[in-house]
């Protein structure tokens, strides 16, 4: 609904003459949306009858930028170590902890994981 239509609905319910959960009703529309639009009406002005997109929540398990830091300085420091160890080793010494197939994405975004050449075995 854009906001002309919020802005006429409102005010038709107010100039109505009846109970507003009657208009509602008769108007069809729920009683949470009225008070929702009438609420931000009064605190945001026209503005806040807006339809808005919703954004996007961060997740909660992404890793930060100060846990990627710390992923590459013991990468940095011992790189024969495996994704594995490296996941071990952040969560024995830092105040969090990666899945190994968290570290092993970063450093391959990193293009920090060598592709191991595998040979095959003799017939």
Same mark, same amino acid.
């Not at 961060?58 to 930060?64: C, E, F, H, R």
């Not at 846990?67 to 994704?83: A, D, F, Y």
């Not at 060598?114 to 017939?123: G, L």
């Given at each position: 609904m *854009?906001? $002309? @239509?919020?802005?006429?609905?409102?005010?038709?319910?107010?100039?109505?003459? #009846?109970?507003?959960?009657e208009?509602?009703?008769?108007?069809?529309?729920?009683?949470s949306? %009225?008070?929702?639009?009438?609420s931000k009406?009064?605190? @945001?002005?026209?503005?806040g009858?807006? !339809?808005?997109?919703?954004?996007p929540?961060?997740?909660? *398990?992404?890793?930060?930028?100060r846990?990627?830091?710390?992923?590459? *300085?013991?990468?940095? *420091?011992?790189?024969?170590?495996?994704?594995r160890e490296i &996941? %071990?080793t952040?969560?024995?010494?830092?105040f #969090? !902890?990666? !899945?190994? !197939?968290?570290?092993? &994405?970063?450093?391959?975004?990193? @293009?920090?994981i060598? @592709?191991?050449?595998? $040979?095959? #075995?003799?017939?």
């Open positions: *854009n906001l $002309d @239509e919020k802005m006429t609905l409102l005010l038709a319910v107010e100039e109505s003459g #009846f109970k507003i959960t208009a509602l009703k008769h108007l069809d529309i729920p009683i949306a %009225y008070y929702r639009w009438r009406l009064k605190v @945001e002005g026209l503005t009858l807006h !339809s808005k997109k919703p954004t929540k961060k997740k909660w *398990n992404a890793i930060t930028p846990g990627e830091q710390k992923i590459l *300085n013991v990468t940095g *420091n011992e790189p024969e170590k495996s994704c &996941r %071990y952040i969560t024995d010494t830092s #969090f !902890s990666a !899945s190994e !197939s968290t570290v092993y &994405r970063l450093l391959k975004s990193k @293009e920090l060598r @592709e191991t050449k595998v $040979d095959s #075995f003799p017939a």
